[in-house]
């Protein structure tokens, strides 16, 4: 073993500290009785140099704890040939040598967290995007790819997938407990490759989207913030309001907001506009009618049959113009993106 080269003065950089020095904060982070166990099987000369050294470090920093730390499970990994104690198991170890605090940062480390900021970059991208570049991936890879995405985003993947495979991407997903680390450096891999074409290519990105759920969000007067944006660019604003007053909205409307709508609406736009609507709206709107005319509407919708899809949207456009209009008359207070409600 080495001999340290300044006890009592680490260099700032955890990979420029001496194997005496590492081997001096690893045992001091073990504890009396787990050190002595590691101490029994050093020669003299390894017992006296690394003694030395701990009796002469002082502030040590939690950094470089973490740093030490992380290379000694790197270094054992490889030479070792062990695969890799679980999550759990190491958590108890550590938590038991370090306390919880350093345990939990050097677990984060090691199992992931530090790849979370990477995903982030990626929440930008179309789901599609994404769901292209992961198609190819095994399923489990895809799980684990999904399992890092905030819920949402992860939704949109996976309904971008092939439809044949998202029930197995879907129990992968449900199965994942620990994330071992080969996989999680094959993650990272995929990431990297994800970053990398993000860099060198241009990627279509739901801006426009984007734009409408922050208006939607904002406290207070949103449609001066509309105003100024119709000053800068009258053509997207008009994109950006068709993407704010989405047909989908009247799904989370109140029962009251929605009879005051159906007041303005003809029954014969209602069984245009429904036509292959998502069950949520459709039911919605549904159910604000008295149970006969609802029967009756039902009827009205079979027999109307098949209608042309620009016909459907034209007609849901102009259903969401009078809402827009009841909104900005004050006579409805419309929700516009999805919000916890309190009785």
């Given at each position: 073993m ?23 904060i ?33 502030g ?26 679980s ?11 370090l306390?919880s ?43 684990v ?42 993650l ?104 006969r ?26 259903i ?5 209009a ?18």
């Amino acid at each position: 073993m080495e001999e340290a080269r300044n006890p009592g003065n680490l260099p700032l950089d955890p990979a420029a500290v001496s194997p005496v020095e590492q081997a001096a904060i690893l045992l001091l982070s073990m504890g009396e009785e787990p050190a002595a166990g590691v101490l029994r099987y050093l020669s003299r000369e390894e017992l006296l140099a690394v003694t030395q050294t701990m009796s002469s470090l002082s502030g040590i920093k939690v950094d470089m704890v973490k740093g030490t730390l992380q290379k000694f499970f790197d270094e054992y990994r490889e030479q070792s040939g062990v695969h890799g104690a679980s999550r759990a198991f190491l958590k108890r170890t550590l938590d038991m040598a370090l306390g919880s605090d350093i345990a939990d940062s050097v677990l984060d480390n090691i199992y992931g967290d530090a790849i979370r900021p990477k995903m982030a970059r990626l929440q930008w991208v179309s789901p599609q995007w994404l769901a292209d570049r992961i198609a190819a991936e095994h399923v489990r890879m895809q799980a684990v790819f999904l399992a890092f995405l905030p819920p949402a985003l992860a939704g949109q993947v996976l309904d971008a997938l092939p439809e044949e495979s998202r029930d197995s991407v879907l129990v992968n997903v449900a199965r994942l407990t620990d994330v071992d680390r080969d996989l999680l450096a094959e993650l990272e891999e995929l990431v990297n490759r994800c970053l990398d074409s993000l860099n060198t290519q241009s990627t279509a990105v739901e801006g426009m989207q984007q734009t409408a759920d922050i208006i939607n969000r904002l406290p207070g007067d949103r449609a001066r913030m509309v105003e100024l944006l119709r000053a800068h660019d009258p053509e997207i604003v008009g994109e950006i309001e068709a993407r704010m007053y989405d047909f989908f909205v009247l799904s989370r409307q109140t029962e009251a907001v929605l009879m005051r709508i159906a007041e303005e609406i003809e029954l014969e736009q209602w069984a245009i506009a429904l036509k292959g609507a998502e069950p949520a709206v459709r039911e919605a709107i549904i159910q604000t009618m008295p149970r006969r005319q609802a029967q009756s509407f039902e009827d009205m919708m079979r027999r109307s049959g098949p209608v042309p899809k620009s016909r459907v949207e034209e007609t849901r456009r102009d259903i969401m113009t009078q809402v827009k209009a009841l909104a900005d008359a004050g006579e409805i207070d419309l929700q516009l993106f999805p919000e916890e409600v309190l009785e």
